[in-house]
């Protein structure tokens, strides 16, 4: 490493503190009633109902969702044996791959001992304290040994990632690159270059998923292991000895389908790689230089397909892409084991994501537009997000069907639903709104659907079956970046496009709009010139005239003048004076909606009134019972400023037109989000428990507030939501995602069923009128 990488890699492990990891607790303990629970005497009861049954441990402790990462150091990646302490750094690292990866809480334990039966011992002494252990970094050939003897001693799940993850991620890639070029997996000649831990593992894996063992020649460095061989030769080398007249890896790569390098740097060279069969496949895997580097061996043979351990190639093969998963779902089964059945479930599902298209997160994160199945894409990549969904649910499939799973899942759509939050930390909080929308679908309109992030969200949505998408934009752009993007929807099967390059389409539009807006300074040509470079326009007619349910803008440009043409063409719901902005912020803790976040600068006390009472209808429609708090610097008259009284009259207007609704104020901010500062306050509050809707004084305010509790909190925001339209109307910003265009669509369809079915009233102050 350069000096400067080494300074910084000192210094991220140095401050802010020490080291990479921290335990947290998940309870409160802020008084006595807490501690009694947590701690004496309330744990006993705890203690008693793991005593009579003993998977309970899984249902009150951490146990379930803890993994102990293992080392004694004797051969860290790159380093050797450094011994026990100095493998720590490494060992924090893979907790926290474990834990941002897969959610899953990990204990590093460093282990100074070498002697096989003195590690199994302490390792298998553990077992009440994890649901699963993940050896790292030992040495072969003593990793064969522990791993089978804690194997064989132990309930939970013992897994050496780099034997068997490797393994895992070296048989995806091998198992498409076949498919790639059509070749059947029992008649592949496979030569491996090492025959250490990692070497063996992938041979053992492969042989799993139908590799002929006979068709497989295994090399060290005395070269390949036949039968008779004695040099340098033990029991777990004797396994793979075949028989074969090759007496160098030279000889051996001679008409191989397959090589997997798992030794180092030079020792496939581009004259033997010229000698292998057609379309021949490469795991160059040596770290950090390659048995051969990727530009010779494509030199000697342009038809190869090359994979690495490195970043800066196509096709990295690395850990990260199983281990967490895999773990995520074995622990989440209650696995005993984890058996060649998951193995083989957890390779191919890694396989089978790769012939999806690519998502923008891996887009983004890699700087590139696409990527699709094929010879420089036989792998996915490490921050891929939808591993985790489908490889966990493999595993747990897998585990299950083999009669290894001690709480089976009993729904799997369930399940993978719930793994999606770890992709999506929105997914809990919209799941009832994306189940409301796939129940009656309903046509929104994109006014940027040339966008790149539209055309991705556009197949999610699809694929979801939320709503049919209308991009506005010429047809043959949208048709261009859809191919661009590798993506599968096709214009007119499963997406509409409004071409503005139609004349007859904008002229019919000009007509509209000049009817709507002829008295308000539009003339005929400018109509005419609105419709044909204002998308948002567009989008704003065809939900006026109904040819739309729904509509999204606002991913170019300024949102407040996306505002003033939605609201022109659009209107307001009858009743309403102003729409409002909601901004609802996903957090571990829960769920709020802030408003008004993004529309009116300095509401009166009516127009909090009626955008309090909008914004209660739009959380419940996620399935939260609002319970709303109005804002100011002062509680409950403390202060008689301007802004207190406003929020004190609202207070007043909401009672007599919402008398339902569970509503407060004017509090200030920690009045309304802790129980013990309300009840100090103001024990005779009306709230049950602590707010979840904030209603803000003024725009500033609430966008101040919004912005700090989703930053502090590491929110996801869902939003803007906007509310007083007289239809399904919202206008995104330009730093949405992909994934927030697709949860505003949900939010737009469920609004549109609201609107069609009369479900939205006629406006929250048309009872005072």
């Known amino acids: 490493m350069s000096d400067e990488l080494d300074k910084m890699a000192l210094d991220y492990h ?11 607790p998940t309870t409160k303990l802020a008084n006595q009633r807490d501690l009694s629970l947590a701690y004496s005497p309330g744990v006993a009861a705890a203690c008693n109902a793991i005593v009579a049954d003993p998977l309970e441990a899984a249902n009150m402790t951490a146990r379930g969702n803890l993994v102990a990462v293992i080392s004694n150091g004797t051969a860290v990646l790159g380093l050797g044996n450094i011994g026990a302490l100095a493998s720590k750094p490494v060992m924090e690292g893979k907790g926290v791959l474990f834990k941002k990866f897969a959610g899953i809480d990990v204990f590093d334990i460093e282990i100074d001992a070498t002697d096989i039966d003195k590690v199994v011992d302490i390792v298998v002494a553990l077992e009440p304290t994890f649901g699963g252990i993940n050896l790292e970094d030992i040495g072969a050939p003593a990793c064969f040994e522990i791993e089978r003897k804690c194997r064989e001693r132990m309930g939970i799940p013992v897994f050496h990632d780099d034997q068997h993850g490797t393994a895992i991620c070296v048989g995806a890639a091998i198992y498409n690159a076949l498919r790639l070029v059509e070749k059947d997996i029992d008649k592949v000649k496979v030569v491996c270059s090492g025959a250490g831990a990692a070497a063996q593992a992938c041979m053992a894996l492969i042989v799993s998923m139908g590799v002929t063992k006979e068709n497989i020649i295994v090399c060290d460095r005395s070269g390949p292991i036949y039968k008779g061989r004695t040099e340098k030769m033990d029991k777990y080398k004797e ?26 740097p030079g020792t496939l060279t581009g004259e033997m790689v010229r000698t292998m069969a057609d379309n021949p496949i490469i795991m160059a895997l040596a770290n950090p230089t390659p048995e051969i580097m990727p530009e010779e061996a494509k030199a000697a043979r342009p038809d190869a397909i090359i994979a690495t351990g490195r970043s800066d190639f196509p096709n990295q093969v690395n850990n990260v892409l199983c281990f967490p998963f895999l773990f995520r779902g074995a622990l989440d ?22 012939m999806q298209e690519v998502s923008e997160v891996v887009a983004k994160a890699y700087g590139v537009e696409s990527l699709s199945f094929g010879r420089e894409y036989i792998i996915p990549k490490p921050f891929d997000p939808r591993l985790i969904v489908e490889v966990s649910a493999a595993v747990a499939q897998a585990a299950m069907d083999s009669g290894v799973a001690q709480r089976p899942i009993e729904d799997m759509a369930a399940y993978r639903q719930k793994l999606a939050q770890y992709m999506y930390k929105t997914g809990f909080a919209m799941k009832p709104v994306f189940d409301r929308a796939k129940q009656d679908p309903k046509k929104i309109a994109y006014a940027d659907g040339e966008q790149e992030r539209i055309l991705r969200a556009a ?12 991009l506005i934009g010429r047809r043959e752009v949208i048709e261009r970046r859809i191919n661009r993007f590798g993506l599968r929807i096709k214009v007119g099967q499963d997406v509409d496009v409004f071409d503005v390059t139609s004349a007859d389409s904008v002229d019919s539009l000009a007509d509209t709009l000049r009817q709507i807006m002829g008295r308000s300074g539009v003339t005929p040509a400018d109509a005419r010139y609105q419709v044909r470079t204002n998308p948002t326009v567009i989008a704003s007619l065809l939900a006026h005239r109904g040819e739309v349910d729904g509509m999204l803008c606002g991913l170019v440009g300024r949102y407040d003048r996306h505002i003033a043409w939605v609201r022109d063409i659009i209107g307001l719901r009858r009743g309403v004076r102003e729409p409002s902005g909601l901004e609802l912020i996903v957090m571990d803790r829960g769920t709020i909606a802030i408003c008004d976040t993004h529309v ?19 959380v419940n429609r996620f399935g939260i019972e609002p319970r709303v ?18 929020m004190r009259e609202a207070y007043g207007i909401i009672r007599k037109i919402a008398p339902d609704l569970e509503i407060d104020g004017e509090m200030k901010g920690d009045t309304a989000l802790n129980k013990s500062v309300r009840d100090r306050v103001n024990p005779d509050s009306t709230l049950t428990d602590n707010a979840n809707v904030l209603v803000c004084p003024n725009m500033d305010a609430a966008n101040i507030a919004y912005n700090l509790v989703k930053e502090t909190n590491e929110g996801m925001s869902v939003g803007p939501i906007l509310i007083g339209m007289a239809k399904s109307a919202h206008v995104i910003t330009p730093a949405i995602t ?7 669509t949900a939010v737009a369809v469920v609004a549109a069923q609201d609107h069609e079915s009369g479900a939205i009233p006629a406006g929250p102050l048309s009872q005072m009128t």
């Open 14 to 24: 140095r401050y802010p503190t020490p080291g990479k990891i921290s335990v947290q």
């Open 239 to 264: 396994y793979w000895a075949v028989e074969t007249d090759a007496r160098s890896i030279m000889e051996a790569v001679k008409g191989a389908d397959v090589f997997v390098g798992v030794s180092g």
């Open 333 to 354: 089964c209650g696995a005993t084991t984890i058996n060649e059945e998951m193995k083989v479930a957890a390779t191919k599902a890694i396989a089978d994501l790769t």
């Open 459 to 470: 197949q999610v949505i699809v694929d979801d079956g939320l709503a049919r998408p209308v």
């Open 600 to 618: 009116t600068d300095d509401p009166d006390a009516e127009e909090v009134a009626e955008m309090a009472v909008m914004a209660a209808e739009v």
């Open 629 to 646: 708090a109005l804002l100011a610097h002062s509680n409950y008259g403390d202060n008689d400023d301007p802004s207190s009284r406003k």
């Open 738 to 744: 992909t994934r927030g265009i697709v949860n505003m």
